[in-house]
């Protein structure tokens, strides 16, 4: 919801310059619902729209024929998404959407959209977290995670995170669910699942939002260094964590006033991504950052990263103005753009089928 509330002033600030062409937008053209099964890969795009206005949406792509269909959740289940679509992660055959300002999380059938479970009763969520047959949920107003039975699609235990009033996203590494502590905050909290307690606490730089494991078991945090000490923002940093220990190998530290956002690591696990302004890539052993970017930006928002973990194809979001329809441009993995697609307001994040 913070993001929405930026991005409705930054609408003003940033003008629509040309986009970038990697063939016509392409049109809605195949049938709904689409056969089960039809097309095993396919790629959600959440778009979260604008705060208070309840325009989010859901966008599917089949890369292997191009074709788009826009507004999937409406048109399967006779009413709008919500308020401000936050993430989507799939488990166990259900695609879970978090909407954050609607304060709910839908559980839909990747293949025919419909909903078949609801999430309630947590303020503000943010990312959804699976470990077998348990969920946990984030909140950016809540001071702690929220444990959900996945059978039951009920809260049946929260995690307590005293001092730190905003949770983020997630990752799991053996009993550890390593949690990212955003706004106005500077820690990633370690929580043994097997006791549902915060162990320990890793210090970083101000305001620490996106994380991702890498193929050899290594935690990588995205600082934003804004907004989290008052009116000094502090430069944003990008750290190589050891799982398993919870201890920093590295930080890399921006420049400042630099704004990376959309970590996400490579299909094969050894390389990361991110933006910053340009879209940037680096190895996992990497000891310093890149020098060059390896997709320039052109007069574009580039908003929201995702990497497709089988084929390595990237997909950019593009908010354009944060009012009309984003755009996404997929490239493969070595750089060439591919497709262009005209989706929801602004979209932020990639779930793979």
């Known amino acids: 919801m913070k993001t929405a509330v930026r991005a409705l002033l930054c609408g003003a600030v940033f003008s629509v310059g040309g986009c970038m062409k990697y063939g016509p937008v392409p049109e809605e053209h195949f049938s709904y619902p689409m056969p089960p099964g039809e097309e095993p890969e396919g790629v959600f795009i959440v778009c979260e729209g604008n705060f208070m206005y309840g325009n989010a949406s859901l966008s599917f792509y089949l890369p292997s024929s191009g074709e788009l269909q826009n507004e999937v959740f409406a048109r399967a289940n006779g009413?709008?998404?919500g308020d401000v679509a936050q993430s989507m992660t799939i488990h166990d055959g259900t695609a879970y959407i978090v909407v954050n300002n609607s304060g709910i999380v839908f559980g839909i059938d990747p293949e025919t959209f419909r909903i078949e479970r609801v999430i309630r009763g947590i303020?503000?969520?943010?990312?959804?977290?699976?470990?077998?047959?348990?969920?946990?949920?984030?909140?950016?107003?809540e001071p702690r995670i929220a444990v959900v039975d996945v059978a039951t699609a009920a809260v049946a235990d929260y995690i307590e995170t005293p001092d730190h009033t905003s949770t983020e996203q997630m990752a799991i590494w053996g009993d550890t669910l390593y949690v990212s502590c955003w706004s106005y905050d500077d820690a990633v909290l370690m929580v043994d699942l097997t006791s549902g307690e915060v162990v320990g606490e890793i210090g970083v730089r101000s305001q620490p939002r996106q994380i991702a494991l890498d193929g050899d078991g290594r935690l990588w945090v995205l600082t934003d260094g804004g907004y989290g000490e008052g009116s000094s923002p502090k430069p944003p940093a990008l750290y190589r964590i050891d799982a398993a220990s919870g201890s920093i190998e590295r930080e890399f530290v921006f420049r400042m006033g630099d704004t990376p956002r959309g970590l996400a690591v490579g299909a094969g696990g050894d390389t990361v991504y991110f933006l910053?302004?340009?879209?940037?890539r680096m190895d996992t052993d990497?000891?310093?950052?890149?020098?060059?970017?390896?997709?320039?930006?052109?007069?574009?928002?580039?908003?929201?990263?995702?990497?497709?973990?089988?084929?390595?194809?990237?997909?950019?979001g593009d908010a354009i103005d944060y009012q009309q329809q984003g755009v996404v441009y997929r490239f493969s993995a070595d750089g060439r753009g591919l497709d262009t697609l005209r989706v929801g307001i602004i979209p932020t994040d990639f779930c793979f089928r």
């Open 79 to 81: 009413m709008k998404l």
């Open 123 to 141: 303020g503000s969520p943010r990312y959804i977290c699976f470990n077998d047959s348990v969920a946990y949920v984030t909140s950016l107003y």
């Open 276 to 280: 910053n302004g340009d879209v940037w």
């Open 286 to 316: 990497a000891e310093e950052l890149p020098r060059e970017p390896f997709i320039p930006a052109s007069n574009t928002i580039y908003y929201a990263l995702g990497v497709d973990p089988r084929r390595g194809d990237i997909y950019v």
